[in-house]
């Protein structure tokens, strides 16, 4: 069948249709949260980072946050139990019922297998054709690229807009364009941890390729293409993936 063409940030997705889990898939660097926020915003489906929210537990000085920072810090990943347990509270929220990105989950095999039988268990978007699977896009960039984009990459504070230096800085150095407030790099952004989170990724979360490819729900997309080609093959995956 001939795709339909899908109209890039056009007003909105109908918002009424289930979506299903959108998992994206990428080394750190990749663009998954740029994507993620993409498509949320096009699907009216919340971005569930898990980055973001552990950041975010360790600025409020949760025990989670105390539990995830030293890890976080070395770029090494916060146990499985941890973050399955925060995604778990996390998708049980009503801005989930349609459907939801995951953007840095699941990172380990573990983590996949625990989601399955999560989403299973509760029901997770059961339609009249039956439940909808995810689709998982793998956004794939090379080693040098990817270097390149985390140790350029600096992000506002205040708005999540992310820039980098290299490739698409603010107009004013260090400065947001939306607000003014000055930009900060990321803990884990610096070199030494960036070599461990890249290594870490291939360890622990390349596996996920073939569990996911396995389960024909893999949709692989070229990561250092144009942001607007790569959102249009994620929107097209997740309207004519075979997932039920
Ligand atoms: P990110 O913002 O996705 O690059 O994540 C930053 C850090 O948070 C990672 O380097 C890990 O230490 C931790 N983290 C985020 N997501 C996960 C996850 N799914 N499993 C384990 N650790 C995670």
Known sequence: MEAQAIPLFAASHSGTTTVGPVILLGAPGAGKGTQAKRIAEYYGIPQIS????LRENIRLGTELGKAASSL???????SDDLVCQMVAR?????????GMILDGFPRTVNQAEWLDKHLAEYHFFETERGRKRPVVVQLVVEY???????????TCPACGRIYNV?????????????????????????????????????AQTLPLVSYYS?????????GAGDPDEITAEAFKAIEHGDRL
Request: a negative charge.
């Open 72 to 78: 976080m810090e070395r770029g090494e990943l916060v």
């Open 214 to 222: 396995g389960q024909k729900l893999l949709t692989v997309v070229d």
């Open 90 to 98: 996390r998708v049980a929220a009503p801005d989930c019922a349609l």
């Open 166 to 202: 290299f490739t698409t800085p603010p107009n004013a150095d260090g400065v947001c364009d939306v607000d003014g407030v000055t930009l900060v790099t990321r803990k884990d952004d610096r070199e030494e941890v960036i070599a461990e989170r890249l290594k870490n990724y291939e």
């Open 50 to 53: 898990t980055g973001d929210i």
């Open 144 to 154: 040098n690229q990817l270097l390149r984009r985390l140790t350029g990459r600096r």
